[in-house]
């Protein structure tokens, strides 16, 4: 009796890629996790906005001891000249 073998036969070669279905292009872009540093912006830009920007300490002028300050000019974005808090001068200071 002869029987039937079975052939088989085992390739290695890539098999064609399935097609599945993506998102198109415009939307991946406006997608949520790519605007993740749109909202580090507007909350850094609130702060700012609500607090102002950082200054540092530049110069200060006293009267009598030099631990009683009255004036303070302070360096950054914009110089300004503020009053000493309670006869101190912070050395970092956030100013609209």
């Not at 039937?4 to 036969?9: A, D, H």
């Not at 993740?36 to 609130?46: H, N, S």
């Not at 002028?61 to 101190?88: E, N, R, W």
Request: with cysteine.
């Amino acid at each position: 009796m002869t029987e039937k073998l079975r052939v088989t036969s085992l390739s290695y070669a890539k098999s064609p890629a399935k097609r599945t279905w993506r998102m198109p292009t415009l939307l991946r872009l406006i997608g949520l996790r790519n605007f993740v540093w749109i909202f580090a912006l507007v909350g850094i830009a609130g702060f700012l906005h609500l607090r102002g920007t950082p200054h540092v300490l530049f110069e200060y002028s006293y009267f009598g001891s030099k631990d009683h300050m009255t004036d303070c000019t302070y360096l950054g974005l914009h110089t300004q000249t503020v009053s000493a808090i309670h006869g101190k001068c912070p050395i970092i200071r956030f100013l609209k």
